[in-house]
Structures are given as C-alpha cells and as structure tokens.
C-alpha cells in the first residue's frame, strides 16, 4: 500500500508539470493566433486553459508514461496542436514568427516560475517541501527540454516555422513543404539514428546534443539570472 501511495506521490511531480508545460505552450499559440488576427483556435474551443481540451492520448499520455515507467533519463512530451489558418494572420510573417515562438517562450517562463517559487519557497511540512521542490525542479528542467526542442530549425516544430518565415521565398516554399515529413525526419535524425549507430557500436548522442546540452545551458542561465 505503501509503495503505490509513494508511486502516485513521485507521479505526480511529472503529471502535473508536463501537463501545465503541454497545455500552456499549445494555448500560447492559440492566444498569439488571435492577437495577430486569426480566431480559429477560438472558434474550434482550443483557446482555453482546460489540459482535457489540448490532451494528446500519445503525446500528454502514453509517451511521458512510458518514459516513466522504464526510468528514462528525461521526460518528454506533447500536445493536440491549436488549429491556426496561417494565411489569416497580419502582418504574415511577423505573425507566423509571433504564433510560433508564443510556444516555447511560454515554456521559458514556466522555467522561470519554477525558479522564482523554488527560491520563495514557503516552510510547510518536510514531506510537502520535499514533493514541492522535486516538482519545480522537474518542471524547470521539462520546460527547458520543451522550450530548446520546440525550437529545433526543422518543420513543423515552432524554430522551423520561424526559419521559414525569416526566409526567402524559394526556400521558404521548401521548408514549408516539409511540414508533413518534417517530423519523420526528426524522429529519424533524434531516436532512430543513434538506435542504429547504438547497435554498431557507435556512440552518437544527438538528442544529449542538440537538446539536452543546450536545456542544461538554458538551466544555468535563468537560475543564474533569477535564483
């Protein structure tokens, strides 16, 4: 009995974090979407604050459960993307560039709010200070993975909208054409190659460099800055 109540309590300093990082970062864009013009995300419900409305079964649920439950060195996960008519937003680009970096920087300050109640911290109970402290950190560092990954420069994750909306037409239409395979190829250069290298005795970290590193980096900063 014991051990279940401590495995729901150790949950819960994940469950709550990621879905307070998955939900704000995708009504992030949506509130962006409306600044800039475009009220899909409204129309369709999804400009709201309820995690039932922005739960992906996959991404909120089955990936971060799998992930915790084979002890994965860090937490990972996602949300339904808001529905935004891109061609709806004005000025175009600047708010292609709004709506997609609404997102990660959400996630930064989420970052921030957990340093900021890490360092203001109330005296309760050692066990409550303990699971609260255990919980803001793992939602500083979510957060961090989230903001760094979201803005890897490939389609359809927010840094690759943003480079397609910084530049020039011709390569823009190819970046934009990447949509639909961009996720293929990230999965494949993120999870698949270093699976494969793995297994010819190569060591090829690349989420530890293109995500992990620069989360660690972004970490030190803001606790620098706010701690």
């Known amino acids: 009995m014991n051990d279940t109540i401590d495995l729901i309590v150790s949950a819960t300093t994940w469950i709550i ?35 039932i409305r922005h739960i992906d079964p996959v991404g909120t649920i089955l990936i971060p459960g799998l992930l915790l439950i084979t002890a994965a060195p860090f937490l990972f996960g996602y949300a339904k993307p808001v529905p935004v008519a891109f061609h709806r937003l004005h000025p175009q ?13 959400t996630n930064v300050a989420l970052a921030i ?24 950190n793992q939602s500083l560092w979510l957060n961090c993975i989230l903001a760094v990954f979201n803005m ?33 190829i990230l999965i494949g250069l993120v999870f698949l190659l270093p699976y ?18 620069p989360a660690n980096a972004l970490v030190r900063l803001l606790a620098d800055i706010f701690a």
Do not use: C, Y
């Open 93 to 105: 680009r600047l708010g292609v560039i709004g709506v997609a970096i609404a997102g990660p920087a």
């Open 17 to 51: 974090p990621v879905l307070l990082a998955v939900t704000l970062h995708e009504a992030a864009h949506g509130f962006a979407a409306k600044l800039f013009g475009d009220d899909t995300a409204q129309r369709m419900g999804r400009l709201s604050l309820n995690p």
């Open 196 to 213: 494969v290298t793995t297994q010819l005795g190569i060591d090829l970290p690349v989420f530890q460099w293109l995500v992990l590193e």
């Open 113 to 136: 709010v957990s340093i900021l109640l890490l360092v203001w911290l109330p005296s309760f109970s050692p066990a409550v200070n303990d699971w609260l402290a255990t919980m803001l």
């Open 152 to 184: 890897l420069p490939i389609p359809p994750l927010d840094g690759g909208r943003v480079l397609t909306a910084i530049s020039p037409m011709p390569i823009a239409r190819v970046l934009a054409r990447m949509e639909k395979t961009g996720m293929i």
